[in-house]
């Protein structure tokens, strides 16, 4: 489908067209229902013992085409516009251009080597929002995109936009009657990554202010969902003070606006360049509400692998053998004789092959390093 438009907006006159309908859109304040119509695919997640509980399952939702290209161009200017005026908190990634995983990876690495070089101990806390796009409050993000000092007629078109939505759910042949979804933001649409970046930029401007007020000297990177504290101190008891505080404060101001942390999705993580035996002391988080956490071997962030010692020698263990198995699952798609041909072949180990073996690849590699 998206070939298709893409050769239809080559003409001038076309993507004319669509522009004018993007713009009445906002002039009159008014999301078409057919774009507010979703499909929603049940497919279940392979090697699973059971399919009794809904986590099982991945929900993949459909949306118009037509509808995510208008999205598209509004998210676009609506980007441009709050982090040109820094609504959007800096530390916060994903969704967002030029934040990518990649950049939350090389800015953990850097905010390590740099603690390191002070002879800091370092760790890290990450944890996760439940059920994050289906819990933002309409009336909240409202109020933030007023703040934000969005023309009205902007603002009621997003009035208009976030209610009336409905979807059906898709299971093989089976289609369910249209359900009404009315709550949160959809999170296939092209305009969430922006309106979730703002509706979380209070929370992390407020936390700061409360961090600077204790002097807590901890750092924030934020990825869609995805928060992470890293703390530079002097010992890892110290550490683990400032994230009790730290951690209390951020549940706290995510209730305020509705959001609830994932306290079984809550790790902790030391790096130590020592040689002798590593045995961190744990947090715990019990009072409240979460659990005693240990420190592991290895923590996965993001699809990085790390180590305590920063060497990424398992996330290259694990990657190269993930671009092992695809090649030889590519040798099922054809040979020279039969099957698809040598430079679609190449296509495909360009797209594949190198997008898996060089994932995060900037994180540890360094071309003017010594050999």
């Known amino acids: 489908m998206w070939s298709h438009i893409k050769s239809i907006i080559r003409n001038n006159d076309c993507i004319c067209k ?3 309908i993007a713009n009445a859109c906002i002039e009159l304040g008014h999301w078409p229902s057919h774009f507010k119509t979703s499909t929603m695919v049940v497919i279940p997640k392979p090697n699973k013992v059971t399919f009794n509980s809904p986590k099982s399952y991945w929900p993949i939702i459909l949306l118009s085409t037509i509808g995510k290209l208008f999205e598209k161009m509004i998210g676009e200017h609506l980007q441009f516009h709050t ?5 959007i908190y800096p530390s916060q990634l994903g969704g967002l251009k030029l934040r990518s995983t990649t950049d939350a990876g090389v800015a953990l690495t850097h905010i390590i080597c740099l603690g390191w070089v002070k002879n800091l101990t370092m760790s890290t806390l990450a944890f996760n929002i439940v059920q994050f796009f289906p819990s933002l409050n309409h009336q909240l993000l409202s109020l933030i995109l007023n703040k934000v000092g969005l023309n009205h007629k902007i603002l009621m078109f997003f009035k208009n936009y976030l209610v009336g939505r ?5 299971w093989n042949d089976f289609i369910s009657p249209p359900f009404n979804v009315d709550i949160g933001i959809g999170q296939g649409s092209a305009l969430s990554p922006i309106l979730s970046a703002l509706y979380l930029s209070p929370v992390f401007y407020s936390l700061e202010n409360w961090l600077k007020i204790l002097k807590i000297p901890i750092s924030i990177i ?5 928060g992470l504290f890293i703390s530079q101190n ?3 008891l110290h550490s683990n003070a400032n994230y009790f505080c730290c951690y209390n404060i951020t549940s706290f101001l995510l209730t305020k606006c509705g959001l609830v942390v994932k306290y079984g999705k809550t790790d902790i993580f030391h790096f130590s360049r020592s040689h002798r035996a590593f045995n961190p002391p744990p947090l715990n988080l019990s009072s409240l509400g979460g659990f005693i956490l240990l420190s592991k071997e290895i923590w996965r962030y993001l699809e990085f692998i790390f180590n305590y010692k920063l060497t990424f020698r398992s996330h290259i263990d694990f990657y190269t053998n993930q671009v092992i ?3 030889k699952c590519m040798k099922l798609l054809g040979n ?3 099957g698809i041909n040598l430079l679609k072949k190449r296509r495909l180990y360009r797209c594949c092959i190198l997008s898996i ?3 995060g690849f900037l994180l540890w590699y360094y071309n003017k390093a010594p050999a």
């Open 234 to 236: 002097k010992s890892i």
């Open 18 to 20: 669509f522009i004018d």
């Open 336 to 338: 020279l004789l039969r």
């Open 222 to 226: 934020f990825f869609v969902d995805n």
């Open 166 to 170: 409905n979807t059906k759910y898709l």
């Open 83 to 87: 982090i040109s005026n820094s609504f």
């Open 357 to 359: 073996a060089l994932y």
């Open 325 to 327: 198995s695809t090649i």
